[in-house]
């Protein structure tokens, strides 16, 4: 074995280390080494580290971005002390809510730590089953924005556009999927180095495993599989998730969406760094703004996140919600989303002026306006939404049989509400075609397949464990209470929403 120090290291590679350096405590600095010792140890000696690949999934947000450039420091470190180091895969999940400010903060990520053409750095995007080298304009596939777009549509409407329900369990899914089409692509990966805690790990495996037993799975059989195991989970999880969306006979929804599980006889393992870094994003604010390039974006930069607009939308539902359905105004959901953000972002020790940053943009009548109009447009761009398909999402005017279609008619479309039996008649089954069949595939946007699916189905009863969407919910931590006013009553009580 090779263990001596390399007298040549590669051009770039010492002056890039010392710039990282220069941004990290001495706690990281130590925890940088220790990380390199461990895996070192787990290759079997230095000279063996070329043969092993680590892998980092990269949201493009800031605190995995932290993440890739610690594990970058790692790769530079091990480089520079044996002559040696590992392949650094980053593989980088995309969906139709993330938009190209997220794509052009990778790349000046990876341009700032020099991977964008180094050999030593295998940089992936994964747009659901397709993986590519990562370009910051590759376009993203139409097929994953057609699968999003009827998620959040059909979610939307079980949940009447319940922030978490309608935008991220299916989303949440396909993490999962992104994971273990990542870690076994081309020969898989020998070790995934994440940003969580192995507390955060291990109640999370716990939850899901929950989820699973009462969804019929062997969660024994999953344990003793490992990270396989809990894919294994979470593709049961999801397969009797999407049989409740989108109900009997649809099993070709269900298998587009079905988790990755890869395959069995390799088995990264997980290597946590939460135990050496501080995860206070402004502890580390000259790294990530200054030295790595990371703008917060007005899309990108929704609330809770940083690489993702769909809490844009989330806060907008909200708005239409007190409008039309509750006939108070816009802006008083909107106040009642912020209030819930709020809450969300203290939870997650964001740093104070991020905060007031976030909030800001909604702080006068002119900016809500602003925002409204900006989330009207993203919702068109991206998913090819109206407001008007917006609304009826969460009017929920289809599910329960059309319980609520006669008011949704009322309130959104009073020269249809003489029209509402032959609408009944369409939703049954009974008339298949005509212009009432034309109209609610056009202001609802869904097919009418999957308009007859949520008048057979219930809009999800979230105090109530009989459905995946409300058990998925339950525990689910980004919820709170919010200060509101029963529409019936006129009266302040409080009522539990969800978002990020």
Do not use: K, Q
């Given at each position: 074995m090779n263990d001596q120090p390399n007298n040549d290291p590669r051009p770039g590679d010492r002056e890039r280390y010392e710039q990282l350096a220069a941004f990290l405590s001495d706690t990281e600095l130590k925890g940088i080494?220790?990380?390199?010792?461990?895996?070192?140890e787990a290759a079997g000696g230095s000279d063996r580290l070329p043969e092993r690949r680590m892998m980092v999934a990269y949201g493009g947000g800031k605190d995995s971005t932290y993440v890739v450039a610690f594990v970058r420091a790692v790769q530079l470190h091990l480089q520079l002390t044996y002559g040696h180091t590992f392949l650094m895969r980053v593989a980088n999940m995309r969906h139709a809510g993330v938009p190209l400010a997220v794509m052009e903060n990778i790349h000046r990520v990876y341009d700032a730590l020099g991977l964008l053409d180094d050999e030593r750095a295998e940089l992936l995007t994964i747009d659901h089953?397709?993986?590519r080298p990562?370009?910051?304009?590759?376009?993203?596939p139409q097929r994953l924005v057609d699968i999003n777009r009827l998620d959040v549509l059909m979610n939307?409407?079980?949940s009447a556009g319940d922030g978490r329900p309608t935008f991220c369990n299916s989303c949440n899914l396909a993490v999962a999927d992104f994971y273990g089409r990542a870690a076994w692509w081309q020969g898989g990966v020998d070790v995934i180095m994440t940003g969580d805690s192995r507390r955060e790990q291990a109640l999370y495996s716990a939850w899901i495993l929950r989820l699973a037993k009462a969804s019929g799975i062997d969660v024994d059989e999953c344990r003793r599989m490992g990270f396989q195991g809990l894919l294994t989970a979470l593709k049961g999880i999801g397969d009797?998730?999407?049989?409740e969306l989108f109900g009997a006979g649809r099993e070709d929804e269900v298998t587009v969406r079905s988790v990755s599980t890869g395959d069995r006889s390799l088995q990264p393992e997980f290597v946590s760094i939460y135990d050496m870094v501080s995860y206070r994003v402004h502890d580390h604010w000259d790294l990530i703004v200054d030295f790595l390039g990371f703008r917060f974006d007005d899309l990108a930069f929704s609330f809770t996140e940083s690489d993702c607009a769909n809490p844009t939308l989330m806060a907008h539902l909200r708005g239409l919600r007190a409008e039309y359905v509750e006939s108070r105004t816009y802006e008083a959901g909107i106040g009642e989303y912020l209030e819930l953000a709020e809450t969300m972002m203290r939870k997650k020790e964001m740093p104070d002026n991020l905060i007031r940053l976030a909030l800001s943009r909604y702080d006068s009548p002119a900016k809500q306006v602003e925002r409204r109009e900006l989330a009207t447009s993203f919702a068109r761009d991206v998913f090819g939404l109206s407001e008007a398909a917006l609304t009826a999402m969460v009017f929920s005017p289809f599910?329960?049989?059309?319980a609520r279609l006669e008011a949704f008619l009322g309130t959104c479309h009073p020269?249809?509400?003489?029209?509402?039996?032959e609408l009944h008649a369409v939703l049954r089954g009974d008339v298949s075609a005509g212009d009432a069949a034309e109209w609610l595939e056009t202001v609802s946007a869904l097919s009418l397949t999957d308009l007859r699916t949520l008048y057979r189905s219930a809009l999800v009863d979230f105090g109530a464990p009989a459905s995946m969407m409300s058990r998925v919910r339950a525990g689910d931590p980004h919820k709170a209470q919010v200060k509101t006013v029963d529409p019936g009553t006129g009266l302040p009580v409080l009522q539990l929403i969800s978002g990020r």
């Open positions: 080494v220790a990380v390199g010792d461990r895996l070192v089953t397709e993986i990562f370009r910051v304009d590759l376009p993203l939307g409407h079980r009797t998730y999407f049989r599910t329960n049989e059309g020269e249809m509400a003489s029209r509402a039996g």
